[in-house]
């Protein structure tokens, strides 16, 4: 079982940055796909990103440019650079470790390990 913990969320003014971390409970970066996913409220979950066990990036149209993944294999880290936040970008975020088909990534029921979410506020 993979436990996962997020960190680095709170409120920020429109054109701001904020740093999400995942901390994974075991090595995942050989194994399992880590994505981010959020939720705004009374929304469905949105993929946001992931970065496959193959060391691939992939990212929602919506963040390309803005948000970028990376990991810190050493620490079992995984983060979530946001730049140029804006409104939309307000939810609830959660990372997520799977084993998903390419097709299937930007499938939230295709991770199996979540953590528990944090919130992010973009508001002026």
């Known amino acids: 079982q993979v436990q996962l913990v997020e960190s680095g969320g709170g409120s920020v003014q429109p054109g701001g940055s904020l740093r999400l971390s995942c901390a994974t409970s075991?090595?995942?970066?050989?194994?399992?796909?880590v994505g981010w996913f959020r939720q705004a409220t009374g929304k469905e979950y949105d993929f946001v990103g992931a970065?496959?066990?193959?060391?691939?990036?992939h990212y929602a149209d919506s963040v390309k440019g803005r948000f970028t993944i990376s990991r810190d294999n050493a620490k079992n880290q995984v983060y979530l650079q946001m730049n140029g936040l804006n409104p939309e970008d307000t939810g609830r975020y959660y990372c997520?470790?799977?084993?998903?088909?390419?097709?299937?990534?930007?499938?939230?029921?295709?991770?199996?390990?979540w953590g528990q979410g944090i919130q992010v506020t973009v508001a002026s």
């Open positions: 997520a470790a799977g084993q998903p088909i390419l097709s299937a990534m930007r499938d939230k029921t295709a991770y199996r390990y």
């Open positions: 075991e090595r995942t970066h050989s194994r399992y796909t």
């Open positions: 970065v496959r066990h193959t060391n691939t990036y």
